[in-house]
C-alpha cells in the first residue's frame, strides 16, 4: 500500500498502529513504560475511544437515538 493510495486519516491511523506495534515488541522483549509515559497512554485511549465513537456514529441510523 503506497501513502498516496490512502487518506492523511488512514495514514496516520496505520502510523499510530505501527508504533503501538513496536512498543508491544519491545514490552514483550522486557521494556517498560514510564509512568509519564504510562499517564499519556490513558489519555491518548481516551481520544481514541471518543474518535472511534465519533466516526461510528455516522454509520448508525439517524432514526435511533444515541445515549
Not at 514510564?34 to 455516522?58: A, P, T
Amino acid at each position: 500500500m503506497n501513502k498516496e493510495d490512502i487518506s492523511k486519516e488512514e495514514f496516520y491511523l496505520y502510523d499510530i498502529i505501527s508504533a503501538c506495534e513496536c512498543i508491544l515488541d519491545d514490552i514483550e522483549d522486557g521494556a517498560h513504560i514510564e509512568q509519564s509515559d504510562f499517564n499519556n497512554l490513558g489519555y491518548v485511549d481516551g481520544i481514541m475511544l471518543r474518535m472511534q465513537h465519533n466516526v461510528n456514529r455516522q454509520l448508525n441510523p439517524t432514526n435511533i437515538k444515541d445515549d
